[in-house]
């Protein structure tokens, strides 16, 4: 059973940088099969996708987002990783890891999600 | 960019009737429609893809129609179970966008 989970603080300060890591089991991340994905939602808001990539560095971001984020991914330890740089209240999320087939696909798994605050 | 549009925001019906939500694209992206299930404090769950295909393990009750800008997603006999927010989500053209959500509720 594959199974996706977040990782990483849960209150940053204002202008700091957000990092998070997503551990996949039960799946190689170095799947020719999937891209990999973060989604952020802020409390009681909508579901706004960060970025995508491939294990061997293909990406897509979100154009709002794009000159903030960085994403990587590590094969030998099998997880993907966020940073999101300068982050304002406006970042505090439910920060989602999931997983999406390459070529036009949707997000088919998803981790439970961790929740950051940015907050001094 | 194409922005997903949904109706209505929210909704209340009884159990066992048949509810319909709309997705609308402000440009065509064929049959490139996905509908996701949230219920609250969980991660959203893929229910249909390719506008009308049902995700493995999800209900029959539930289906999918649509192509080009306008699509809906339709519960043929709501359950309790089925309380969520729905989202619609586009996922063509390596933008992925959502629409803002339909919170559906048991009257």
């Known amino acids: 059973q594959v199974q996706l989970q977040e990782s990483g603080p849960g209150l940053v300060k204002p202008s700091e940088t957000l990092s998070l890591t997503c551990n996949v089991s039960?799946?190689?991340?170095?799947?020719?099969?999937?891209?990999w994905v973060w989604i952020r939602q802020p409390p009681g808001k909508g579901l706004e996708w960060i970025v995508s990539?491939?294990?061997?560095?293909?990406?897509f971001y979100s154009p709002s987002l794009k000159s903030r984020v960085t994403m990587s991914v590590d094969t030998s330890k099998n997880q993907f990783s966020l940073e999101l740089i300068s982050v304002t209240a406006a970042d505090t999320a439910i920060y989602y890891c999931a997983r999406q087939g390459r070529g036009a696909s949707p997000f088919d798994l998803w981790g439970q999600g961790n929740l950051v605050i940015v907050s001094s | 960019d194409i922005q997903m549009t949904q109706s209505p925001s929210s909704l209340s019906a009884s159990v066992g009737d048949r509810v319909t939500i709309t997705c609308r694209a402000s440009?065509?992206?064929?049959?490139?429609l996905a509908w996701y299930q949230q219920k609250p404090g969980k991660p959203p769950r893929l229910l249909i893809y390719a506008a009308s295909t049902l995700q493995s393990g999800v209900p029959s009750r539930f289906s999918g129609s649509g192509s080009g800008t306008d699509f809906t997603l339709t519960i043929s006999s709501l359950q309790p179970e089925d309380v969520s927010t729905y989202y619609c989500?586009?996922?063509?053209?390596?933008?992925?966008?959502f629409g803002q959500g339909t919170k559906l509720e048991i009257k």
């Open positions: 990539m491939y294990y061997s560095g293909s990406t």
């Open positions: 440009q065509d992206i064929s049959h490139y």
């Open positions: 039960g799946d190689s991340i170095s799947s020719h099969s999937h891209y």
């Open positions: 989500q586009k996922y063509n053209g390596a933008l992925y966008t």
